[in-house]
């Protein structure tokens, strides 16, 4: 914390050396006759700002959900919007995004784990019950680029391509709006859930710089932080340079039980353990269960320009790198009672090994822009180019075939995914003798989009002629072909695709009656690539019926492109799965039976041996959305909004079951594939609907002098139903299985919470202030192939508390504490017996590693 401390005065030093050299620089050249009136406003501005520092959310005037100069605060917005403050943010405890909004917003979920391969490093969230790849994000009010990753080991949100949300430095965010509404015919394809828009920093001047240290109650999952901003003018004329870093590292921390298998080592005689079993560590192959290691250091700057009365240009950026350590998969010494694992040569791991995912990754965005002012025309033109490049690689682990001289490190593959997006966007109002001018807006926009995977090295996905020589347990066999837990992209399964998107969109709205809010919007869009033609449109309305009380309500359509790694996907891996059959179900294992490692394959839809199945193109995702709220402030000071809503997709994506056997090895060898894969192919298979509600509201009293109150409550009940299963193709119903099978229809209905409830209350007095939040996280259920595997997990409160000492104006110090009584997971999920991972279950919205606690110093400049 010194270190922290130290470096304040010389950071101070230098922002005031920068700010008088702009000053002189300013006072010695030239400007402009209207710079005098930007300074003017942006010091109008400030000083509103300085006002409102302490006024509520939803007070607060979004940009999100509506086109044109004219704002609306969250109270007036025709649509439900969530507004997170920076303080809010930095306060939350989580040193990710992803996590600080689990924990702040009612509509957003988060599992703990959720599966193995990519889906820990980036894990995927819901919105309102649906995957975050059906949610759209925009930086600045620009579209954000996904991951190269997807999801294709996930169980909530399975095969979904996300925006990673932890590569944008949380130094660098101002606030976040959350538009909880269906905006496709606004902002194009995603926007089924809603919107999240992230907003950076654009002080002039100043900076701020936080650190955070912590760790689990049990002395694992250690975790470091800071973020940092500092901003200086820009020209003479009111520009701008904001600049923000952050550096995270995350610790992993296992939850796992013992191995309890009977034999570790094989027996020295019939029954008789090998005296080895007594003293080995049972711990040993149970680091899976739980997170990994990540490191992430990601910076941003968000910069304005006037150049002219009427015109400035302007540009942002993030640029991220990240690397993360991953234990998939835990094997065991090769024993003749664990008959399919059998890759744990003794000569190179005698005790088994833990096999580590390993993934480096590269995120890059920036946007450059001009806008200004034309006659009576506000207009914006921009493009953003973005980038995002992950190297996947493997370490600990063996290709046995090639038997022990082979590598333990392995090269896996390379996944690249790239956008640039270029819109111009143009707005006016009209007087047409309503009760407020009509406001006009319209753009086009251009979008290319592509995804490339590349071939891992040799040695990860060859079949080796290495066969277990005598004296071992399996003489005479060859091991289980290619890497253990996982194994690299061939040159087969490489590839790459590309599409163009073109849109134009309208969007309109006034204030028909005094109290009366009216828009409508449309979007027509072209896919290329055979995905084709789109039209969504919105109706929006909000009627103040008596002052401080209205109601509002939307209805839309919208709709999803599938994403260009749904399309060319194809990847093998090797997945724990319950022996013997039904295989491809983990949650299947009965206690004392051992788990083996199956090769698994998901296949393009457009490969021949996917066709064979049944497999055709993917076709976008509808949807039409509808929603009505009531939003009251009574009272001076108290504030409360609900609002219910139904959403109706069709078409929605998902992958099958796992498809294997006989029959399909046939199919399979006759495409050139292994006869003993696993396989399966996303496939546009089901037609959902989900319902909700959500609802919050605020109260702010002052104590005179016991300082100042705040109190929040917000809450969010969520449920998905299956309307409509398509056909299963003939051959699959022949070999006796179903498109979507048991397992897959629950992870899309009852895998999250159902409601969630989170309470929250800020006290301040003279230095001290203290926040506390009580989250209530809603039953959900995991879900066997059959009833008898289900395990239903009962809701959780979790209380998190935080004390701030504010030393002076410019210094604070905080101690605090996440999942403050430590509480966990129902002790009802079906344990690994090998590993002795499982028994929290995977799911859970609040992790399983129980309660930690953190300390954090901040200091503005």
Known sequence: MRHLTGRAPRARRLASTLAATASAIAVGGWAPAWAAERETAAASGAAVDAADAGASELDAVVVTGTRGSV??????????????????????????????????????NLPGINGGGTSWT?????????????????????????????????????GGVPVDLDLIPSGGIDHIEVLRDGASAQYGSDAIAGVINIILKSKTEGGAITGQVGQNYLSDGETYSLAADYARPLG???????????????????????????????????????????????????????????????????????????VTLYSFSTLSYRRSRKNTGSFLPNNPIRPNTNTALPEVYPLGFNALRRIYETDGQVAVGAKGKR????????????????????????????????????????????QVTTNLDLSRTYDVGLASPLTAAFGAEHRYEHFEIEAGELASYVIGPYVIPAGQPFAGKPPTPGLSSYSGTTPDDAGKIHRHNFAAYADLGADVLPNWYVG?????????????????????????????????????????????????FASSTFTQVQCPPPAGVVANCIPGQPFVSTPTKVLPVFSPAAIALGARPLDPETSVNYSVGFTAEPVSHLRFTIDAYEIKIDKRIVDTGTIKGPVVGQILAANGLQRDLSVSYYTNAVDTRTRGVDAVAEYSLELGDWGGLRLNAAYAWTKTTITSIQPTPTVLANLGYALIDRQKQADLTIAQPRDKVILSASWTRGKWSVNGREARYGHYTEAGATAVNDRRFSAKWVTDLDVTYRLDDATSFTLGALNLFDQHPDKVGIVNPDTGSGQFG???PFGITGGSYYGRVSRTF
């Open 71 to 108: 704002r609306r605060t969250v109270l007036d917005s025709p649509a439900p919007i969530d507004v997170l403050s920076g303080a809010q943010l930095a306060e939350s405890g989580k040193i990710g995004l992803k996590e600080t909004l689990n924990n702040l917003l009612p509509s957003f």
């Open 122 to 158: 980036v894990r995927a969230v819901t919105l309102r019950g649906l995957n975050g790849d059906q949610a759209l994000f925009l930086v600045n009010g620009k579209r954000r680029h996904t991951t190269a990753l997807i999801n294709n080991l996930a169980r909530v949100g399975r």
């Open 236 to 310: 003479s004329a009111g520009g701008f340079i904001d600049f923000g870093l952050n550096w995270k590292d995350s610790h992993k921390a296992s939850r796992s039980r013992p191995s309890a298998a009977a034999f570790i080592y094989p027996a020295i005689a019939p029954g008789v353990p090998d005296p080895r079993d007594a003293t080995v560590d049972r711990y040993f192959w149970g680091h899976s269960y739980g997170p990994g290691q990540e490191e992430v250091l990601a910076g941003s700057y968000n910069a304005e320009l006037p150049v002219a009365e009427d």
């Open 375 to 418: 006659g009576a025309w506000d207009w914006d033109f921009s493009t953003t180019a973005a980038y995002d490049h992950a190297r996947l690689d493997g370490e600990g682990t063996i290709n046995a075939t090639l038997g022990p001289a082979s590598p333990t490190y392995f090269r896996l593959s390379q996944q690249n995914f790239a």
């Open 520 to 568: 409508a919007a449309a979007r027509y869009e072209h896919y290329t690539q055979g995905v084709g033609d789109t039209l969504s449109g919105k109706l929006s309305t909000r009627w103040e019926f008596a002052p401080h009380y209205a109601i509002r309500a939307t209805v839309s359509n919208g709709f999803r492109a599938p994403s260009l790694a749904q399309t060319i």
């Open 842 to 844: 995977n799911f859970s």
